[in-house]
């Protein structure tokens, strides 16, 4: 059901980069922002990024966010152990009428 | 201390009924946007409804659209999600959240979850 994409897997050691996609459509991430969740198993999401490329107070700025046409990024600079989670990307879809999430990516530290 | 907190949730029968519940504290609960969203056993996230902040306009999924009502109290600071019709398909962990904040899209603000399972 999900209309936006993104790959199933990331990982990277300690200290690395890593960059999440987000593939989406001219009717969702196209025309509006994107916002990225965290979600450690068996917890609530948290925002981690608003607006594209914006962070809530309290989130790292080892955390950012882009934006080009109808696709977005997440990177995870100096990756940590506690960075180890699903993450999702999501956006309003004019054509649903309704607020669609990625289809989640799991972040491993090796 | 912001917070959203659920209950609800239980087990049904399939045609069954629930009412989802989500109390909030520590905010103007009636200045913002509040969504529920589900997530099946070992799936990803997916939004269910929302209703503005003073109930005048919902939206809902199409999979729940005509079964499921976003309502809200703003006097009482609780948000419900009335679910009729319940199918194996909708067994998941509901959450509530706030959106407005940061951006009217952003859930800034989530609830614990409740868990709702539609089975014989």
């Known amino acids: 059901q999900s209309v936006l994409t993104q790959p199933p897997s990331a990982s990277g050691t300690p200290g690395q980069r890593v960059t999440i996609s987000c593939s989406g459509s001219?009717?969702?991430?196209?025309?509006?922002?994107v916002n990225w969740y965290q979600q450690v198993p068996g917890t609530a999401p948290k925002l981690l990024i608003y607006?594209?490329?914006q962070r809530p107070s309290g989130v790292p700025d080892r955390f950012s966010g882009s934006k080009s046409g109808t696709s977005a990024s997440l990177a995870i600079s100096g990756l940590q152990s506690e960075d180890e989670a699903d993450y999702y990307c999501?956006?309003?879809?004019?054509?649903?009428?309704?607020?669609?999430f990625g289809t989640g990516t799991k972040v491993t530290v090796l | 201390e912001v917070q959203l907190v659920e209950s609800g949730g239980g087990l049904v029968q399939p045609g069954g009924s629930l009412r989802l519940s989500c109390a909030a504290s520590g905010f103007a609960f009636s200045s913002y946007w509040m969504h529920w969203v589900r997530q099946a056993p070992g799936k990803g996230l997916v939004w269910v409804s929302r209703?503005?902040?003073?109930?005048?306009?919902?939206s809902y999924v199409d999979s729940v659209k005509g079964r499921f009502t976003i309502s809200r109290d703003n006097a009482k600071n609780t948000l419900y999600l009335q679910m009729n019709s319940l199918r194996a398909e909708d067994t998941a962990v509901y959450y509530c959240?706030?959106?407005?904040?940061?951006?009217?899209?952003?859930?800034?603000?989530w609830g614990q979850g409740t868990m709702v399972t539609v089975s014989s």
């Open positions: 001219s009717s969702n991430i196209g025309s509006d922002t």
């Open positions: 607006s594209n490329n």
């Open positions: 209703i503005n902040s003073d109930g005048s306009s919902t």
């Open positions: 959240g706030r959106s407005g904040s940061y951006s009217i899209s952003a859930f800034d603000i």
């Open positions: 999501a956006a309003w879809d004019d054509s649903l009428n309704g607020y669609v």
